[in-house]
């Protein structure tokens, strides 16, 4: 009777870790359980008239944004970099956010203006500031750009770019 309660004990054990495994990897990638592939690439849209200003209290990404593909763009996730070019040599970043710009619906061949808000918490000062703007990534399916707006997730590091 003990060995048959030791067989049971270690099998539930096994099946209990096994579980714990498997949420854990899945926890550790969320975009990717929901990720399905994306026909419109970055490279497929093309980012115009661009600027950084700051307002009253927050910074302004302003500009325009043309759909080269062949399907509706819904949104895109844009990194907005600032660096301080100070030294001949080298930039150092002092500032970076990502900015969401969604409701879109912006057919192929077309061109849509946007203007979003942004804050860079514990901005550094910048003596020669210079902006970069990045699209890291766009959405053809509305759901999948409000998935990423409610779990807020980082599109991948860009530490290194």
Not at 6 to 34: D, E, F, T
Not at 72 to 84: C, E, H, K, S, T
Not at 87 to 108: H, M, N, R, S, W
Request: aromatic share 10%.
């Amino acid at each position: 009777m003990m060995s048959r309660w030791r067989k049971l004990h270690g099998r539930a054990h096994r099946l209990l870790a096994g579980a714990l495994l498997l949420l854990g990897l899945l926890s550790h990638v969320p975009a990717l359980a929901y990720e399905k592939p994306n026909r419109i690439k970055p490279a497929d849209v093309e980012l115009r008239d661009l600027s950084l200003r700051f307002g009253l209290e927050m910074w302004h990404v302003r500009g325009s944004i043309v759909n080269h593909s062949a399907y509706d763009l819904q949104g895109f996730i844009l990194m907005v970099r600032i660096r301080d070019c100070g030294d001949p040599y080298k930039c150092i970043v002092v500032g970076e956010q990502f900015v969401t710009v969604a409701g879109l619906k912006l057919p192929p061949l077309q061109k849509r203006a946007f203007n979003k808000p942004l804050i860079f918490p514990n901005l550094a000062k910048a003596r020669k500031p210079r902006h970069e703007f990045v699209i890291v990534r766009t959405f053809e399916d509305y759901s999948e750009l409000e998935y990423y707006q409610r779990k807020r997730i980082r599109p991948f590091d860009l530490s290194e770019w």
